[in-house]
């Protein structure tokens, strides 16, 4: 998966209507500072961008803490 389909998809399980997930998913997507590799599979991710991708994928869950 792509890192913009690896956020995306908690929001999948979660039943987000799309156009709700694709504004969520670009926030968060530059809030950990990953735009420019949202279309990158992990392989050609370094490790600090590898662990972006997981805080991302937690924050679109919209936690009460972290």
Known sequence: MTVYKNIEYGLKI???PKPERE???QNVIQ???LTEHANKRP???S???RQRVALARAIVKRPHAF
């Open 14 to 16: 979660k039943k987000e």
């Open 23 to 25: 504004i969520i998913i």
């Open 31 to 33: 809030m950990v500072e």
């Open 43 to 45: 392989w050609q991710l």
């Open 47 to 49: 490790e600090g961008q």
